[in-house]
């Protein structure tokens, strides 16, 4: 079966970086895009950006103005996304999820807490 | 980029109720309309495709309409597992943008 699976919570220091990963299985990893979805404690889902795996080629939000980078590693079958500058306001929980006819897969959703 | 608003932004209904939710595109985008359902601590479930292509494994009770800039998602008789938040969402071009949410509550 299709399975997006994150890596773990993460605490961070603002102005710093964090990496999420999302590791991909039963599926094609090539064929279909990956979105990443950000949502705040408490608040609704924003786009962040998406990947097509096969060329690398990625799209992302004005809104997060340069400060993330969406990227592939196709030997592993995985996708990461890296927001740097993070503020208060990065604090959410992140979802990749795959594109098909509608986001039809998603991943458990990875905490970032950035605090100080 | 296409701002999508949803109305209401939260309702009271009961089960066996019939629930309708809005959503609307401020331009026109065909039907690259997709609903999601959310629970509390868990990922969005797709529920509607392409504004009225049901889901595989989604019960027939949902169903959605509309193209151009308004759509409606609805419930024909709302079940005790439908109490949730429902986001509506645009596949048309970048960035694909949600709308803002409708919380579906115990009336």
């Known amino acids: 079966q299709v399975r997006l699976v994150q890596s773990g919570a993460e605490v961070k220091k603002p102005g710093a970086s964090v990496k999420v990963s999302c590791k991909t299985s039963?599926?094609?990893?090539?064929?279909?895009?990956v979105h990443w979805v950000r949502q705040a404690p408490g608040q609704g889902l924003e786009w962040v950006g998406w990947?097509?795996?096969?060329?690398?080629?990625?799209d992302y939000s004005q809104k997060f103005h340069g400060r993330v980078s969406l990227t592939r590693d196709t030997a592993v079958n995985t996708v990461y996304m890296e927001l740097r500058g993070l503020t208060s306001d990065d604090t959410a929980v992140f979802f990749c999820?795959?594109?098909?006819?509608?986001?039809?897969?998603w991943g458990q959703g990875t905490l970032v807490s950035v605090s100080t | 980029d296409i701002q999508m608003t949803q109305s209401p932004s939260s309702l009271s209904a009961s089960v066996g109720d019939r629930v309708t939710i809005t959503c609307r595109a401020s331009?026109?985008?065909?039907?690259?309309l997709n609903w999601y359902q959310q629970k509390p601590g868990e990922a969005p479930k797709l529920l509607i495709y392409?504004?009225?292509r049901l889901q595989s494994g989604v019960p027939s009770r949902f169903s959605g309409s509309g193209s151009g800039t308004d759509f409606t998602l609805t419930i024909s008789s709302l079940q005790p597992e439908d109490f949730a938040t429902y986001y509506c969402?645009?596949?048309?071009?970048?960035?694909?943008?949600f709308g803002q949410g409708t919380k579906v509550e115990v009336k």
């Open positions: 039963g599926y094609t990893f090539t064929g279909f895009y």
């Open positions: 392409a504004s009225s």
């Open positions: 969402q645009q596949s048309y071009s970048i960035p694909k943008t």
């Open positions: 999820a795959r594109d098909s006819l509608g986001i039809d897969s």
């Open positions: 331009q026109t985008m065909s039907n690259y």
């Open positions: 990947i097509n795996p096969n060329s690398g080629d990625a």
